[in-house]
C-alpha cells in the first residue's frame, strides 16, 4: 500500500463518507461522533449522526486526518482539544483524576476492516501527531487497551486502538481507567 494522508474538510468529506457507509455507518451507524459533544447511543440514528458529523466538518470543529491508499480512503484518527472531544470512554472514570487536563486528545481511531494490519492506523496516528505539532504541540492523551496478559483480541474490539500503537510513537501509561484501557500521554 502507498499511504497518503490528508484532514478530513468539506472538500475531502465524501472519501470519508464512502468508507463509513463501506463499514455499515461504523457500529451501526455512529459516523465517528461518539467522542463529540453530541455523543451517540440513545436518541440518535444513523442519519442523524451522519448529519451532526457533516455539520461539525462544515464548521471547522473536526480535527480528523484520513489515510489513503491512492485514492481511496482506508481510515482515520481523530483529535481535538478535549472541548472538542469530551465524551471518551470511561469519562466518569477518568474524571475522577487529578491529572491537569492535556491540550490534545485523540479520539476515535479506525481502519477499513479489509485493510486491518497494514499500518494504516500508524500512519494515521503519525500525521494526527505532526498536526497537533503544526498546531503548536503540548499534552497529546490516548485512551488505548492493553492488549498483554490478554488473549488476542481482534482489531474489531480495539476501539481506541492498541497500546502498542501509541507505545511506538512515545506515550507512555499514566493510569487505568477501565480493566484493559489506560490514559497514555505524550508531549509533542
Ligand atoms: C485497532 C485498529 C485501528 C488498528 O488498525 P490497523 O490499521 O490494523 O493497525 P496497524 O496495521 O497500523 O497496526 C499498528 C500497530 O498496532 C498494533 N496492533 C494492530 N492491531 C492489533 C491487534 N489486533 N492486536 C494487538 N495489536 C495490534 C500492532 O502493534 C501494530 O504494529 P505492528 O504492525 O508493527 O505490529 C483497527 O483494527 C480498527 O479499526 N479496529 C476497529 C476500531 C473501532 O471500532 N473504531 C471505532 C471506535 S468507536
Known amino acids: 500500500m ?3 494522508t490528508r484532514m ?3 472538500e475531502t468529506w465524501a472519501d470519508f463518507a464512502t468508507l463509513v457507509q463501506a463499514n455499515n455507518g461504523v457500529w451501526g451507524g455512529c459516523w465517528c461522533m461518539g467522542f463529540h459533544p ?12 451522519r448529519e451532526a458529523k457533516r455539520r461539525h466538518v462544515l464548521g471547522g470543529t473536526v480535527h480528523q486526518v484520513l489515510v489513503y491508499d491512492g485514492d481511496r480512503c482506508v481510515g482515520w484518527c481523530q483529535f481535538g482539544p478535549p472541548a472538542e472531544l469530551p465524551t471518551i470512554k470511561n469519562r ?3 474524571e475522577q483524576g487529578t491529572d ?3 491540550d490534545w486528545r485523540i479520539g476515535c481511531i479506525f481502519t477499513n476492516a479489509k485493510d486491518r494490519g497494514k499500518g494504516v492506523a500508524a500512519a494515521a496516528v503519525a500525521a494526527a501527531l505532526d498536526a497537533i505539532r503544526q498546531a503548536g504541540g503540548g499534552v497529546v492523551e490516548a485512551y488505548p487497551e492493553q492488549t498483554e496478559q ?4 481482534r482489531g474489531a474490539y480495539l476501539h481506541t486502538g492498541p497500546e502498542e500503537l501509541y507505545t511506538r510513537y512515545g506515550f507512555t501509561r499514566v493510569r487505568k481507567i477501565a480493566k484493559w484501557r489506560w490514559v497514555m500521554r505524550r508531549t509533542v
Open 2 to 4: 502507498t499511504l497518503v
Open 8 to 10: 478530513l474538510t468539506p
Open 38 to 49: 453530541e455523543g451517540v447511543g440513545e436518541g440518535h440514528t444513523p442519519e442523524g449522526n
Open 92 to 94: 466518569r472514570t477518568y
Open 100 to 102: 491537569a487536563p492535556p
Open 150 to 153: 490478554r488473549p488476542p483480541q
